[in-house]
């Protein structure tokens, strides 16, 4: 791209393009980075700077960019044909793809219902789960008609994603729009001081769990719970067997058990499915960002064959789900997915992250020596690191003293692109991503903490 070029995108791209999850002020005052190609572990910009994709792309890349078999699935697809509906007819990807799905999903989860974004997963999750209720016995369970979810739980901007969810910061503005949720506290053990150990963190959580299931759980529909690890709310990993505690108060008090995996399924937590990791089969599990390895937007709801079955009925019945999406089950998307499912099979992809995990857990042990940061959490390879102002008093920094802004800026400049989630430094790498490039993003990453301390 020559100068001229360069500019008037930057001008264009202010002027046309609303940035999700941005001010747009600032924005507007900054240099924008415009990526223009990929390859493998790196992303280059307009101007040809190279950067080592420390987000994977906001944490959907599995195998790189512009990866050959990946390119040739989507050719030959394009090939063929790009996009037919599900509504009254099949398509050969998504048929396939969808056997593959329930080969991999844990237990008995068995039919799959696509739509596009983790929002759309979540929200369909959330209606299936309603209905199948109301399908069973509309009388008898006439109050089930609410949800737990964890205080800090992120499961998406849509408005019925955005009721379970609990990051004020986001949703906040939005309350007058929501229907009503239960919130149980988030096993966050950094934060719990008044707990001596991690178990008693999880202990406090689960009883407060059967607290409520056994006062309200007539009212309760499901559970919707991020397997493991919470996201977006700056990597909270749980303690070990909150989640299966979580499943045996589900089967305990009869209430559904959906599990998001939207962040944390293939892969990212070193098995194709985090609850995998504890034995836990949910009733629903809730897929998309990696399942397409970056590609292509696609996300799947799968649901086990005994609430599948609720739905079977007469016509005039209606337990028909009356939930569809456009480009339902899209060709493209569903061909590229199985590809990458593939892939992560043929390259032995989750051994490796095993192995790359404990790598970047042993390279991550020197940022402790950094006094800003207070908290580092991995699992698999998602990586948070908290950063404060004191490690005693574990006190933040206000959002005026740009701290982790600067932090990520400063990565940029030394060719990583890695994103702040509030306090907390994220780091997403490309699922196979290799050891080298690994060790040097967690250099820059210390670099540039120790540079704007
Ligand atoms: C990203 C995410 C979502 C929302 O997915 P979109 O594709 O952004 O709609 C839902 N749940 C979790 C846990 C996520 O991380």
């Not at 079977?312 to 019945?317: A, F, Q, T």
């Not at 970047?360 to 940022?367: G, I, R, S």
């Amino acid at each position: 791209m020559n100068s001229t070029n360069t500019k008037d995108l930057e001008f264009w791209d202010k002027e046309y393009v609303w940035h999700p999850f941005t001010q747009m002020r600032d924005y507007q005052q900054s240099k924008p980075l415009i990526i223009e190609k990929g390859q493998g572990s790196y992303l280059f910009d307009i101007e040809g700077n190279k950067y080592l994709d420390g987000y994977a792309s906001l944490w959907v890349n599995v195998h790189g960019h512009n990866v050959p078999e990946l390119n040739d699935a989507l050719i030959n697809q394009v090939n063929k044909l790009s996009h037919s509906t599900l509504l009254g007819s099949a398509n050969v990807p998504s048929i396939l793809l969808a056997k593959k799905l329930a080969e991999i999903t844990p237990g008995d989860l068995c039919k799959v219902f696509y739509s596009d974004t983790g929002s759309a997963s979540v929200e369909i999750a959330l209606k299936i789960a309603y209905q199948y209720w109301k399908n069973i016995d509309p009388i008898k369970y006439k109050n089930r008609n609410t949800f737990i979810s964890l205080d800090d739980a992120y499961h998406g901007d849509t408005i019925g994603s955005v009721s379970v969810g609990g990051m004020d910061l986001y949703h906040r503005i939005f309350k007058p729009l929501l229907f009503k949720r239960v919130s149980l506290p988030t096993p966050y053990v950094y934060r719990m001081t008044e707990f001596d150990r991690t178990e008693d963190v999880r202990d406090f959580c689960l009883q407060r769990l059967e607290n409520l299931l056994q006062e309200k759980s007539d009212e309760i529909a499901g559970i919707i719970i991020e397997p493991l690890v919470q996201g977006a709310a700056g990597i909270i990993t749980h303690p070990q067997d909150f989640l299966k505690g979580v499943e045996l108060l589900c089967r305990k008090y009869n209430v559904l058990l959906i599990c998001d995996e939207v962040a944390v399924g293939f892969g990212r937590t070193g098995t194709m499915f985090a609850c995998e990791q504890e034995g836990v089969i949910p009733d629903i599990l809730c897929c998309g960002k990696g399942i397409t390895g970056g590609y292509m937007p696609l996300a799947a709801t799968i649901t086990s064959k005994k609430i599948f079955d609720a739905f079977l009925g007469e016509k005039n019945e209606h337990k028909t789900f009356y939930h569809g999406h456009t480009y339902t089950g899209n060709q493209l998307s569903c061909s590229v997915a199985l590809r990458n499912i593939q892939l992560i099979e043929e390259t032995k992809l989750l051994e490796k992250v095993q192995v790359n995990a404990l790598f970047v857990h042993e390279q991550l042990k020197a940022l402790h020596r950094l006094s800003i940061v207070g908290d580092i959490r991995q699992r698999g390879l998602m990586v948070g690191i908290e950063i404060v102002k004191d490690k005693k008093t574990k006190a933040v920094f206000s959002l005026e003293e740009n701290k982790l802004d600067n932090i990520v800026q400063t990565a940029r400049k030394k060719g990583l692109i890695i994103r702040q989630l509030d306090q907390v430094l994220t780091f997403i790498p490309i699922l196979a991503m290799d050891q080298d490039d690994l060790r040097k993003a967690i250099d820059i990453i210390y670099q540039s903490i120790s540079e704007n301390m």
